[in-house]
């Protein structure tokens, strides 16, 4: 698999009013296209500083980042990223949410319909056609999820960041979200970049699992390489041995290996 | 502590039972004419209505009650001295609203006259504090280098009690009426620019960072993101400076004189005419309530939470 994102030796310190923090230190990662990896460690250890830094919103102190060949200098269309906590705009509806993404990276070639069109083709990749005319306030947390990833993937970016995407939803939902996910990255080939703290998500999801030691100075501990063929079907994981021996890795890895003192 | 009682007992739990029997009575008459759709009308609207009935009578209650002990407290001391009770205002007042807009000279015109001219001068002062403070507020909340320039300016001059700037307009427009404006204009600015700076400043992150994935320009970053985000800050600071300058104008017609509701207070205190004095204080008050609870419905319609 050709190397699409490249993480070089990337160090990530914080200037903060006590001093400085070394948040991230020595990373090296590269993630092939079409490539789903995620990744996962305890809560604070730099899971989104990394994804930040993919997306061009931080600036690493040292190393190199590159996305399709070549540096990543800033945010840029060809990266779209579904934050936490949704950050749709409350004052515009789902559709325009989007519409506003879709204008940016197509409007300077497509004519006012065309945009449209794919804003409508983005709500109904999440199935939510119907509510395109909604606010934002409107709608459920797990739709306003949906419609983030809507907008993210509506600039038919070449790399999906994701941070934490389901992370506060209730888990009928997260599991309904999942299951969304897998059939849209299938459709679309995109390559995916997921921060979780969920094991189960994580093997689901991924082709590989990267985990993340404590920080600071956090590095890459270990990776899995999650070898479950695809599509995969929740239900019948729950039988699989394979399934749950690459579980039991992560979660050795977490405990275990990173047990978190008690905080 | 007994407020608090009194309120749950006798009006929280005693109003609901109440209620629907004024709802009941009204239709009454109409049964004679036709027996049962009266009845079958009834029900529902009661049903329909009764809850917020209920909940009328218990707002408006405390309030009837606080009116009443006002105008028990003011009697009373009109007993005591030479003020005009409640009864010669009002009867005062009727006289005065029966020709609110007479003319009889350049200083003797009716109370719609003054409060129109007032409100005149509130609205051009305000207005050209609305048109330079918010666009100065968003700037100095966008670019740190300009808040820095702003701030000691700001800080420094923003104290300033607002008829100390009389005299620099007398001076600079040599006339009382532009003067006027020119109090309300430096007095009401400071609200707007500042609150609409800290709006801006307020725009959540997470919606900058939509703004920077996204790579908006900065027309529509402000359009779609800080103009929208901050507007209930903008319209914090509208309200405040619209209080502002109907406090002010008051006083500074007192001292440049014309025709104005503030004039009309000095004026009506010369000729010792107490009853008018109070009529204006109450129009004062009420035309202030007004311009507050527009602004109040205005900045609902922008709540997006
Ligand atoms: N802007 C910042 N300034 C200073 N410290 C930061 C900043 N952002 C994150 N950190 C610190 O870096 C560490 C990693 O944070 P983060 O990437 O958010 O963790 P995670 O997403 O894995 O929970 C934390 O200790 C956090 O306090
Ligand atoms: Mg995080």
């Known amino acids: ?263 | 502590m007994t407020a608090a009682i009194l309120k749950h007992e006798k009006f929280g739990t005693a109003l609901p039972a109440a209620a629907p029997a004024v709802v009941v009575a009204p239709p009454a008459p109409a049964a004679g004419d036709d027996d049962a759709p009266p009845v079958r009308r009834q029900t529902p609207l009661v049903e329909k209505y009764g809850d917020e009935i209920a909940a009328f009578f218990r707002a408006a209650i405390p309030v009837v009650f606080g009116l009443a002990m006002f105008a028990a407290v003011w009697s009373m001391l009109a007993a005591h001295s030479t003020l005009p009770g409640p009864l010669k205002t009002f009867h005062s007042a009727v006289g005065i609203f029966s020709d609110p807009f007479y003319r009889k000279g350049p200083n003797d015109q009716g109370i719609g006259w003054n409060i129109l001219m007032s409100l005149g001068r509130v609205g051009i002062g305000f207005g050209m504090a609305a048109i330079i403070g918010i666009p100065m507020g968003f700037m100095i909340g966008r670019f740190r280098f300009l808040s820095g320039m702003m701030s000691p300016i700001i800080s420094l001059l923003r104290p300033v009690s607002p008829l100390a700037w009389l005299p620099i307009g007398l001076l600079v427009f040599k006339a009382a009426n532009p003067a006027a404006i020119w109090v309300i204009f430096i007095s009401s600015i400071w609200p707007m620019i500042v609150n609409t700076a800290v709006g801006v400043r307020e725009v959540p992150q997470d919606y900058l960072n939509v703004a920077k994935v996204l790579n908006l320009s900065e027309w529509k970053v402000f359009t779609r993101i800080l103009f929208p985000a901050s507007l209930p800050f903008v319209l914090t600071g509208i309200r405040l400076s619209i209080g502002v300058a109907w406090l002010v104008i008051v006083a500074a017609e007192m001292l440049t004189g014309g025709v104005g509701i503030g004039f009309w207070v000095w004026d009506e205190w010369n000729n010792l005419n107490v009853e008018h004095i109070i009529i204006a204080i109450f129009v004062v008050g009420i035309v202030g309530l007004l311009l507050e609870q527009m602004l109040m419905l205005l900045a609902r319609r922008f709540e997006y939470r």
């Open chain 1, 1 to 263: 698999m050709e190397k699409f994102v490249l993480v070089e030796n990337i160090d990530m310190t914080f200037k903060t009013p006590r001093g400085s923090f070394v948040a991230l230190k020595d990373i090296n990662l590269s993630i092939g296209e079409g490539e789903f990896v995620t990744l996962i460690g305890h809560s604070g250890c730099g899971k989104s500083t990394l994804l930040n830094l993919v997306a061009g919103l931080l600036v690493q102190t040292a190393g190199v980042l590159i996305c399709a060949g070549r540096e990543i200098a800033g945010p840029g269309p060809d990266r779209g990223v579904v934050f936490q906590n949704h950050s749709l705009l409350p004052w515009l509806t789902c559709a325009e949410n989007i519409y506003l993404a879709v204008e940016r990276v197509f409007g300077a070639t497509e004519s006012k319909a065309q945009l449209k069109a794919r804003t409508l083709k983005a709500l109904d990749l999440v199935q939510l056609g119907h509510a395109a005319d909604k606010r934002p306030n409107e709608i459920s947390g797990g739709m306003k999820q949906r419609v983030g990833i809507a907008r993210a993937l509506s600039i038919e970016p070449k790399v999906l960041l994701l941070d934490e995407p389901f992370g506060a939803l209730d888990a009928l939902t997260r599991a309904h979200l999942q299951d969304e996910l897998l059939k849209i990255v299938a459709k679309t080939k995109s390559t995916v970049l997921m921060v979780t703290h969920d094991v189960d998500e994580a093997v689901l999801l991924s082709d590989r699992i990267v985990m993340m030691t404590n920080g600071p100075a956090a590095t890459i501990g270990d990776i899995v390489n999650v070898d479950l063929p695809r599509p995969r079907d929740r239900l019948a994981l729950v039988n699989d041995s394979r399934y749950h021996h690459l579980r039991g890795r992560v979660l050795e890895f977490l405990y275990q290996k990173q047990m978190r003192p008690a905080a």
